[in-house]
């Protein structure tokens, strides 16, 4: 039997601070040395969380501990790097639970199953481990192979797909193994997705790896008696059960499914996997309070029932940018109400954006903190991928604090974006009424607003790297907005103009239809009025300083006349 140690064997690769070419390391010295590394480099963004919550997080947890409160954490991020005593801790750790972390171990390979097998010792390719890859009902549009043609995985490479599946599978039928009494007729039935799976996934990222490792530790989450990681506990057998996570360390290392990586060696004497058994795993009873990767949303308070959960997991949605979000990132328990005695829904931030919250001035300002979003859009019945969603933000720190201005600017900012698109797409539908035609449905086609927040999103993300050195200075932040609207304006006025350009020619005499018994005429200098009405409304500092430029101009012609 081949062996691969995790611990000591290179699987991980690491981009060097300060740049250079990625390189494969062992685990122990991407641990070691993590204030050497920028970041981890994975094949698939939804990877990264995998290898930080199944291996490098709980590691550093079990080996150093909680950090103890708030001055523990902030002792350990001011050091930027784990000390010479830290080190040899984790050093001595990884040595005790070394064995616990071999691939291919004959009776405990590292968070698989030995001997797992099905009724009728089926293995199926190793294709059904890579998210991106045709088998079964997921088969992306356009592969260059199918579920027929061999997937051989380096043991590498089999490692990162492993973790990735215990989080992010796909849910619904799986075959069942062959001592488990819960299958029938050779499968299970109901499995959900991997616990990833039905969260937006929220990871805060620093310079190195290290700060990453620290940002995305919760100083207020202590330690729980029972509360091991899966190596720490007796190795997963053949059945699995529902049941509720015993700690951080538990729900970091879930092990969702039952796996068996099937090794073998080729010719010319390396290992490749390229055959796996893959079988229904522990169900989570609900997502836990103290998850730390994922923001929550609150459900109307009007229509709670007992089944109703206090809040759920706040899922990212395909094709909208992070940066979008921005209320539900920075806000610590947000309610909107829609009138007296009416239900309200609302949203919280992720534990690790509180927690940096809480740190307030403690780290600096100008601090480069990245917000990293992953996520996967699911399909028929969660049992395809439909696709695989990523995003990254500067988070300016102080716009954590409740009376920031960089809050108020960010906030602000991303609503008028929004009122952009909507005035794009009232333009577009005025124009298309006026030539006869219905308005583009919001859930069919690419409606026009869409072209317009796609051409503010590198606007948006300047914005917000530029406030991270913007601090409380409120006239540097007035300044940056006012930049903003200006180009929004004008990338607002070139969206409009393709709107208009795109018009059928009747829709400068219009038509008049009849609207719930009252005539509304719709035509071209109608639609263009209410859409530069919007726009006056929406970005006043833009339009504003427009107005007195243009007054001066006229002011300044007129003297040049008189002489």
Known sequence: MPAFSLVDDPWLTLAPRGGGPPELHP????????????????????????????????????????????????????????????KERLNAYL???????????P???????????????ETKGSALLVATAATGNNVPLFASRTEGDPLPLTPAEAAHWLLHTHCWDTAAIKTGAADDDQAKAGKTTGNPTGPLGQ??????????????????????????????????????????????????SDLWTWQSRRIRLVPEETHDGTVRVTRVIITAGDRLKETPDFEPHTAWSIPPTGRKSPQTPMRRPRRHQPGKAAWRGLDALLEADVRTSTGPGKSSAGFETSVLVDQLRDLGDALPTDHPVQL?????????????????LFDAIP???????????ARDALLEAAEQAEELARAINHLSA????????????????????????????PLMRRLLAGLRSAADDADLVERGLLAWEQLALRHAHDIADRVVTAAAPGVFAG?????????????????????????????????????????????????????
């Not at 920028?38 to 490098?56: G, H, I, N, S, W």
């Open 27 to 86: 685990g122990r010295h991407a641990l070691i040395h993590a204030d050497e590394f920028e970041t981890l480099v994975v094949d698939l963004p939804t990877q990264a969380p995998a290898l930080l919550r199944q291996f490098l997080l709980p590691i550093v947890r079990a080996a150093l501990g909680p950090p103890g409160g708030r001055a523990g954490w902030l002792e350990r991020f001011r050091a930027g790097a784990f000390d010479k005593d830290e």
């Open 372 to 388: 990293e979003m992953t996520g996967i859009s699911y399909g028929t019945q969660s049992a395809v991928v439909d696709d695989v």
């Open 199 to 248: 969260l937006g996934v929220v990871v805060p990222t620093g310079r190195t790896l290290y700060e990453t490792l620290l940002l995305n530790t919760p100083y207020r989450t202590g330690a729980i008696p029972g509360d091991k990681p899966q190596w720490e506990q007796p190795p997963a057998g053949h059945t699995w059960k529902t049941r509720a996570a015993h700690g951080l």
């Open 95 to 105: 040595d005790t639970h070394r064995d616990r972390f071999d691939l291919f171990h």
């Open 107 to 121: 009776t405990h390979p590292f968070a698989q199953v030995a001997g797992l097998r099905t009724a009728k010792d």
């Open 430 to 457: 005025d124009l298309r009424r006026a030539a006869g035609a219905d308005p583009i449905p919001w859930d069919k086609g690419q409606r026009p607003g869409e072209l317009l927040l796609h051409a503010l999103d």
């Open 395 to 405: 988070l300016p720190l102080t716009a954590l604090a409740a009376d920031s201005p």
């Open 511 to 563: 038509r008049t239809v009849d609207d719930n018994g009252r005539e509304r005429t719709y035509r071209l200098a109608t639609a263009d009025d209410n859409f530069r009405f919007q726009l006056r409304r929406t970005l006043t500092r833009a339009t504003e300083t427009a107005r007195r430029d243009t007054a001066a101009n006229t002011h300044d012609e007129d003297e040049d006349d008189d002489t």
